[in-house]
C-alpha cells in the first residue's frame, strides 16, 4: 500500500497522527511469539521475516515483508491481541507503529486506503490459507510437489525461479533444510525435478499431481 513511497513521503501522510519509529539491526527480534500486539506496524525501509520457532529448534517461515507492508494489523483488531509468531529484521530495518485508535482514524479520514487495506487482508488471508494446505501435508514431496505447482501457476512456466535461499524455503515447507537436499535428490533422479541453485525445472508436471492425490 506504501510501496512506491519514500520515507519523506510516509511521514508526511502520518503526520496528523501520533506514531512511533523504530529502529532495527539485521536479525534483531521486532516481536516474540505471545507477546502483546496493540500496535500496527509499518515497514519504512528493510525487510522482515515472520517465523514460528517450535521447540524442537525446527522453524516455520510464515511470511516475508518489505518496505511499505504492514504487519500485525489482524492481531492488533483480533480479540487475543498477542503475536502468533516471531518478527526479525532480516536486514537494517525502521519501522513506524501506530496504535488502534489513531490507526482506525487513520482509515477513516482515508478512504483510498481502507479498501486497499481491505485487499491486503485479503490477499494476506489466501497466503495463509497456502500456507496451511502445505504444513497439512503429510510427505516431504508432497510438500514439494505442492510448492512447485503453485510457483508454475504464478510463474506461468517449467522452470520454476527460486527467489529465496533453501534454507528459507525449507522453513516455508516446515522442513529441516537436509531433508530438502535429499527429497530434492530423490526427485531428480526420479527424472520427476532438474534443478540448480536458482532453478527448479519440473520435468513431470503430471507425476507432480498424482503425488498430491495420493
Known amino acids: 500500500m506504501f510501496k512506491n513511497k519514500d520515507r519523506e513521503e510516509i511521514l508526511e501522510i502520518f503526520k496528523e497522527y501520533n506514531y512511533q519509529l523504530a529502529k532495527y539491526n539485521k536479525n534483531d527480534i521486532i516481536a516474540l511469539e505471545y507477546e502483546p ?7 519504512i525501509s528493510g525487510s522482515i521475516d ?8 525446527n522453524v516455520i517461515h510464515l511470511s516475508s515483508l518489505s518496505s511499505g507492508n504492514l504487519f ?11 503475536y502468533p509468531a516471531t518478527v526479525i529484521s532480516t536486514t537494517s530495518s525502521e519501522i513506524l507503529f501506530i496504535n488502534k485508535v489513531n490507526f482506525i482514524k487513520f482509515c477513516t479520514d482515508n478512504t483510498n486506503f481502507l479498501n486497499s487495506f481491505l485487499n491486503d487482508l485479503t490477499n494476506k488471508i489466501i497466503a495463509l490459507n497456502k500456507s496451511i494446505t502445505t504444513l497439512s501435508l503429510t510427505s516431504i514431496r508432497q510438500k514439494i510437489s505442492n ?3 503453485n510457483e508454475y501457476k504464478i510463474q506461468g512456466s517449467v522452470f520454476i525461479r527460486l527467489n529465496m535461499t533453501k534454507q528459507k524455503l525449507s522453513e516455508i515447507l516446515g522442513i529441516p533444510r537436509p531433508s530438502l537436499s ?9 527424472g520427476i525435478i532438474d534443478y540448480s541453485r536458482d532453478f527448479i525445472k519440473i520435468l513431470d508436471k503430471e507425476e507432480l499431481e498424482n503425488l498430491l492425490n495420493q
Do not use: P, T, Y
Open 50 to 57: 515472520i517465523k514460528r520457532i517450535l521447540s524442537s529448534n
Open 72 to 82: 500485525g494489523e489482524v492481531i492488533a483488531f483480533s480479540d487475543i491481541n498477542l
Open 37 to 43: 500486539c496493540n500496535k500496527i506496524g509499518l515497514i
Open 147 to 149: 510448492f512447485l505447482l
Open 182 to 190: 535429499r527429497e530434492l535428490i530423490n526427485m531428480k533422479d526420479l
